[in-house]
């Protein structure tokens, strides 16, 4: 072995065994607790995703349910989500909104058995369209409600939905 691949292998064995050291050092300090990913862990509103109702979601969610402005600030993309669904368990829904300071979406299901399917607090970094898909249990108003500005602007579409996706 030369001399120049003999130092090139001992580089290489010295950052492998570098990043393998700093592999086991930052998982011990992730299951000690020392590092806890704060940004991930999410808030979980319980009462909210627990609401038999619309109204009750949003109460428990926001505090107040009304008033709610309906207009062309939030729109669903055409489509999405489609007013015909062949499979509740997977229906795509694109939001779409030129709103300034967006805060949060919010999407519910009028007759889901929870009818709050999610709600996202964004980032100012975040732009619309806003995409996911959703479980629908039977043929049901989806609807949409953005947060702006200290404001609540909703849409809705109504789908029917053939084979329900909530079991």
Not at 74 to 91: D, E, H, I, M, R
Request: include cysteine; charged fraction near 20%; glycine fraction near 6%.
């Amino acid at each position: 072995m030369t001399a120049e691949m003999e130092q090139k292998f001992n580089q290489n064995r010295r950052l492998l065994l570098k990043a393998g050291v700093s592999s086991v050092t930052l998982a011990l300090a992730v299951s000690s607790g020392l590092l806890l990913p704060r940004k991930v862990i999410a808030h979980w509103p319980k009462e909210a995703f627990s609401a038999q109702t619309v109204e009750m979601a949003l109460s428990a969610l926001l505090g107040k349910t009304e008033p709610i402005y309906t207009g062309k600030e939030v729109q669903f993309k055409t489509a999405l989500p489609p007013s015909y669904a062949v499979n509740g368990a997977s229906v795509p829904v694109e939001i779409q909104s030129d709103l300034e300071q967006i805060e949060r979406v919010i999407i519910l299901v009028e007759k889901n058995p929870v009818p709050l399917i999610m709600s996202a607090e964004l980032m100012e970094d975040v732009v619309m369209p806003f995409k996911t898909m959703i479980k629908i249990a039977e043929d049901s108003n989806v609807i949409a409600i953005v947060c702006a500005d200290g404001k609540l602007y909703s849409t809705t579409r109504f789908v029917e939905v053939d084979i329900g996706g909530c079991g």
